[in-house]
């Protein structure tokens, strides 16, 4: 195998110092060295003709587009030499091998693999149930069947219905003969009555006994055909299974010490099991083969290259984290040992950031959260809204009514009893609070105002990460209007008529909505020192007098 190792230019990297910690994965600005070698990558990519992949770039490619996650490790060789390994998620115009690229860490798609061999017989199982269920024979028994059954209902249906009328019939001769016939009269009527609806009640047992006779001769000369299909269909999903445990054997990852886990090894100390396509990311195809060679990683970043995907927001050309569905726990154990930068969502940027309290009775207390700061405690953060208020009520509980992410600035209500708290949140529920943000965007909108409607769920793979889904994404709707142009970017108002999780981030950044991320957004778009959403407006009905409450906040940008 021919090495990877691209080596740096001495001109290129003159008076940059060397990382002195492996880059944090999961939150990270790229180190100068790490940008670098990605600038090198794209020319690459820009250039390079012979890939066979439609990255959604140019409009005349053949194909599906499909943008791609590209990755760089930052290595240092035996002989103290710097340079860089590159690696893609997934595969490249259906191949896993490309001569500048390391291979996977377990190439499925090799000749003569298991896995090909295991895919061929998979495949025969399909052809052949896709042959029986097409068969001519199974295909004019089914239709068969289906006009039976239409038959048969419409048979039911019918005889019901005569037996409804027989009913209500008995019923208007009870009706009148109850006053016009003696006691002893009437009792002998009712008998005959009685007959009547039993009689009617065993003709309608008996066409049902009739009709499902009907029924099973049918699908008794279908049942060979269904008794193949369900055996094959066994038979298939009990190999897929074993195919797919063996999978998760040959993946196996090393660290620095040289130490082996497989998928399965790793993921069972996971909730959720071992995700599909585990292990084809960038970062850790890199990791992998920069021990596998003796090489030591010095720091990674990855980047998008495409068209972004319909659901989530990426960027041609922007860097994004390693995902944490499928990698973190893969890099936990291939980045056992090393003196890794400090994580940032570990440190708490709203430490020295007062909380300004703007209004407080017997019944909520309404405050300014600063940007940074949480609205409730975190795993890793205590420090929060609710510890801050829990500390100078003292005697009094503070209870959430709704939060604000850690990164947005602005107004909060917080109950401080039972009551208070229910009245106040049933109008949250009801949608009749009135919430307005302002923000600015990186690039200016050009419509004035609108309504955006993107059903959002959670990306699995990237907590807390959203998606937009139209299949299983719960409905969100923002309206926005714009407020000034400036510099090159918008300032704009928004009125969340749902409450998702980054909502508004989201609705901003994905190009189904305003395809311009808000300044500093570092999920959807790019970090700075902060992120310009504030929350500016509140408007509420007091829970005990009933009054109309108002609470406005200038923005600070």
Known sequence: MADKVIYFKENDIRGIAMPERFTFPFYYEPHPLAKIA??????????????????????????????????????????????????????LGNSNSHLRFVPPVFDMLAEDSFFLKEQYILNDINRQVKDIETSESYTALQQEL??????????????????????????????????????????????????SSLHDKHRLAVLNAVCEARLSQLRSRMAPYDGRIAALKKARKEKSAALQQQLFEQYTFLNQYGHRRSLQ?????????????????????????????????????????????????????????ACTGKCKPILKHMLEGMALDEDPLLINPGALKALDVLFEDDHFVVVNKPHGLLSVPGIHIRDSVYLRLKQAFKTIEPMMIHRLDMATSGLLVVAKTRAAHKHIQQQFLKRTVTKRYTALLNCEVQNREGEISLPLRGDPDNRPRQLVCFEMGKKAVT????????????????????????????????????????????LYGTAAERLYLHAACLEFIHPVSGARMSFELKEAF
């Open 38 to 91: 990605a600038e090198e990558l794209k020319h690459l990519l820009e250039t390079q003709t012979g890939l066979d992949h439609n990255f959604g770039l140019d409009r005349d490619a053949h194909g599906m587009a499909i943008g791609k996650m590209f990755g760089i490790l930052v290595v240092q060789d035996g002989g103290g030499r710097l340079g860089y390994l590159s690696a893609f998620s997934g595969k």
């Open 146 to 195: 289906k006009g039976l059954i239409l038959q048969v209902e419409k048979e039911i249906s019918g005889f019901k219905t005569l037996l409804k009328a027989n009913k209500l019939d008995r019923k208007r001769q009870r009706e009148e003969q109850r006053n016009s016939l003696s006691p002893e009269a009437y009792a002998g009527f009712e008998a005959l009555m009685i007959k």
């Open 479 to 522: 309206r926005w209007k714009v407020i000034e142009h400036k510099d090159g970017r918008t300032k704009i108002h928004f009125w969340p008529l749902t409450g998702r999780t980054h909502q508004l981030r989201m609705h901003a950044a994905h190009e189904l909505g305003l395809n311009a991320p808000i300044v500093g957004d570092d």
């Open 265 to 321: 090894d790793i993921f069972s100390e996971t909730v959720l099991g071992v995700p599909s396509a585990a292990g084809e990311c960038a970062t850790p195809k890199l990791l992998q083969y920069a021990f596998l060679k003796g090489y030591k990683p010095l720091a990674m970043a990855e980047f998008w290259w495409g068209a972004s995907p319909r659901s989530e927001i990426r960027v041609h050309g922007q860097f994004y984290p």
